[in-house]
């Protein structure tokens, strides 16, 4: 990540990355289908997290009231892997393929959660604005909370995207 | 589009294109880069449609009535091409590779609406969450008017996706 952060995604070989993971190419393969896997490897645990979220959230609650768990959530667990987020972020920023790739996740992310509230019983409309809206929260409060330059706290700016999305929506 | 609908996106040639649009191959290679490009040509005119209608708002129009009218705009614009418009759509959502191309657009143009709010002094973060919100409820809205079986009514399902799109976030 940092070599990628140093130089460039495009400039770094696959050779180069295994050496500083103190790896031979051959393992760093059997790890990774390629280069572009060590930015998204996290994607389908991210995945699991927030489709568990949902699946578990108190019956009573409300869509958007499973959504924001879920994205809070997640918000939590990479609070802990700023320095990681922070470099991803920046390689993904230069590197328009990336970007791509970037927001097939966020769109797979997004029918994953409301696939997840179908299966709790939210009509097919309804489950799918939620977890767009959940997304679209998620990934502002993200942009601000890695442009912070202190350590920040993600989860909470996720919530004030949120409270900011509703703000917004309302009219204001 | 009709070859596309037909046969699928990757079983259709160039030349068949061309010879249905009753040109010659070289001709049809002047107007689109390649046969993606039939596909995606109608996205830098609706950019334009978008951007215009935010920056020709009302000064007194908040940011969500601002993109509301932009995304109704668009569906007053597309409802009149409705085949043209279904066909597309049946080919993108055979062909993953047209989707994430898709998904790049919908990107495209969210940014585009946020730039153009903040053009009229809205702040960064309000402008993107509007954007976002938009495009959200503009592609739910759009996918309820395709599979009516009725001639249906783009820029209605649009607005209703607006409408449910905040009751669902302010919790219901």
Known sequence: MELYADRGFDQTTVAEIAER?????????????????????GA???????VTTVAEAPSSATPIEVI???????????????????????????????????LIKLAT???????????RGVKEQSAALAAEVG???????????????????LPRDIRESLDELRAVANGQ
């Open 21 to 41: 993971a103190g790896l031979a190419e051959r393992t760093f393969f059997r790890h990774f289908a390629d280069k572009r896997e060590v930015l998204f490897s």
């Open 44 to 50: 389908a645990e991210l995945q699991d997290l927030l």
């Open 68 to 102: 924001t768990r879920a994205v809070v959530v997640a918000g939590e667990v990479l609070q802990v892997r700023r320095d990681f987020a922070r470099q991803r972020h920046a390689v993904i920023a230069a590197n328009p393929e990336l970007q791509e790739r970037e």
């Open 109 to 119: 992310l997004a029918s994953a959660m409301a696939a997840a509230l179908r299966q």
């Open 135 to 153: 997304v679209a929260a998620f990934k502002i409060g993200f942009e601000r909370w890695i442009k912070d330059s202190d350590a920040g706290d």
